[in-house]
């Protein structure tokens, strides 16, 4: 399982191309900030808050695939905790620290903003998890206009020092499974997938990248 290839490389690119799709920044009534394992997430909903200081932020997430048995407190509690160290004011924040996935974070936010909000929430998410955000927004949020956007981050800025980008392209290739799958369960819309984010999908599952593939078909 070799992360450094140059058409391994070439596959990744083309995953990253998919899910880390970001849309332009918008007026917006508020920010979602969705909980991860990347605190930078925090960090750009932070600067976002700041740069448009009239909506409130949520920030939601308790514990999900990357954080369970990893964090001590929920994503939700330690993203917030950076927004404020960032300077954002604790009263615009509201934690949402009951979501385990993101059709809850986007779902339990619509629970907490749907009545107020008239004009556009902008969802803050991990680069590679932009597309995902975006297809599910319609189900569990219908009628809502939305952006999504993420910290600006390349592909080797996951890097990590032990694993290389395997971490990230375990990520990418379960991600897109659950992009194919979703929709007919009733979880996301349909994504149009283009030919070589499908090619690579395939190359990188035979090259042993599965780790983040459903169970059933792992």
């Known amino acids: 399982m070799d992360s450094s290839d140059s058409q391994t490389r070439g596959h990744v690119e083309a995953l990253w191309s998919l899910h880390a799709r970001g849309d332009n920044l918008p007026e917006t009534d508020a920010i979602v900030c969705l909980g991860s394992y990347d605190l930078r997430v925090a960090e750009r909903a932070a600067e976002l ?42 009263s615009r924040i509201t934690l949402e620290t009951k979501a385990t996935n993101i059709g809850e974070n986007i779902a339990f936010t619509r629970d907490l903003l749907g009545p107020r909000i008239a004009g556009t929430v902008l969802f803050v998410t991990k680069p590679q998890t932009q597309m995902r955000v975006r297809a599910t927004i319609p189900v569990q949020w219908p009628g809502v206009r939305a952006a999504v956007t993420a910290p600006p981050l390349a592909v080797d800025d996951y890097r990590s020092a032990d694993e290389g980008l395997a971490p990230l392209i375990n990520e990418m290739v379960g991600d897109l499974q659950r992009i194919l799958i979703y929709p007919e369960l009733g979880f996301q819309v349909r994504v149009d997938v283009p030919p070589e984010a499908m090619a690579a999908f395939e190359f990188l599952k035979l090259a042993g990248f599965t780790r983040h593939l459903m169970p059933a078909t792992a």
């Open 49 to 90: 808050a700041i740069s448009l200081p009239r909506p409130d932020v949520v920030v939601t997430g308790a514990y999900g695939n990357w954080t369970r048995g990893v964090f001590k407190e929920t994503e939700a509690e330690i993203f917030g905790r950076v927004l404020v160290e960032r300077g954002v004011q604790p």
